[in-house]
């Protein structure tokens, strides 16, 4: 298979991203309540206060941009810059409709970064550097436009076995069609998951004091067909496998989904354990 450039690789996400949208502005009060918790995190890791300027990369439909908003307060604010431009408009929705004048949301590239050399006090991001193409070139983007003594904190995905409610999909799916061995090195969900990788990639960029913790927290559903459909919804990647499946391995897929899923029921709910990454830098003055 020819390896597709980076160029072809972003242009994919963006039509992918675009594409789920809607389903992430449907869930998306319930991901707020059941993920608000790493929002906070990012924003502390950033180091965060009254007055500064951020930059959040892959804002997508807000996060943690709009909790960066409110933290800064008036004097400050936040740029969120995401590819899909749909996924956008659900942001600026979101900010309009909390009162937030002090964030604005733009399309963009993290790799090449629209901004002028020491323009932000802090940078945040998550669940977005794994998926570029390029992420050492991101990691010197995000450097060059960090003033000297600004914090950059970033949540990326660990391991695919700490993190169930994301290896279900792609477990079911592989019963029923052969798929090719994921490549370590390409563009994925967990393509940061082993420690030290995102941070030696920061530190070579030139950032210090780099830390690099595994966070372990849970997430849950009301029901694994709960689980099943935000999934249909949200999950781009999973969608391009599905579209593959005739309607009976469709039906097959749902149901290996859906039994898994209840291997994690809680009492009246389905509760999943995830594991996160979070890595912080600050650029010396």
Request: glycine share 8%; proline share 7%.
């Amino acid at each position: 298979m020819t390896r597709q450039s980076p160029q072809q690789i972003i242009e994919g996400q963006r039509q992918d991203w675009n594409r789920v949208a809607g389903g992430w502005e449907k869930w998306d009060r319930f991901f707020d309540e059941q993920m608000a918790f790493l929002n906070h995190r990012l924003v502390a890791d950033a180091r965060l206060r009254a007055g500064m300027q951020v930059l959040d990369l892959g804002s997508g439909t807000g996060y943690p941009a709009l909790l960066g908003a409110r933290t800064v307060g008036p004097n400050g604010n936040v740029v969120g810059l995401d590819l899909a431009e749909q996924m956008l408009a659900v942001a600026r929705r979101k900010a309009t409709s909390q009162g937030l004048t002090n964030v604005t949301f733009r399309p963009g590239d993290a790799t090449t970064l629209p901004f002028e050399a020491n323009s932000f006090d802090t940078v945040t991001s998550r669940f977005c550097l794994m998926f570029l193409p390029e992420i050492p070139k991101a990691a010197a983007e995000i450097v060059r436009v960090l003033r000297p003594g600004g914090w950059v904190a970033a949540a990326v995905w660990s391991a695919p076995e700490k993190n169930p409610s994301i290896g279900l999909s792609m477990e079911a799916i592989k019963s029923v069609i052969e798929l090719p061995p994921p490549d370590p090195t390409a563009p994925g969900i967990f393509r940061l998951a082993t420690p030290g990788d995102l941070a030696g990639m920061l530190q070579q960029a030139g950032l210090v004091d780099v830390t690099d913790h595994e966070f372990l927290a849970e997430w849950s559903y009301a029901s694994a067909d709960e689980y099943y459909t935000s999934l249909m919804e949200i999950a781009a990647p999973v969608q391009n496998l599905m579209a593959k499946l005739s309607d009976q391995q469709k039906q097959e897929v749902k149901h290996r989904i859906t039994q898994a899923a209840s291997n994690y029921r809680r009492g009246d709910r389905i509760t999943f354990p995830m594991a996160v990454r979070m890595v912080a830098g600050r650029k010396p003055l």
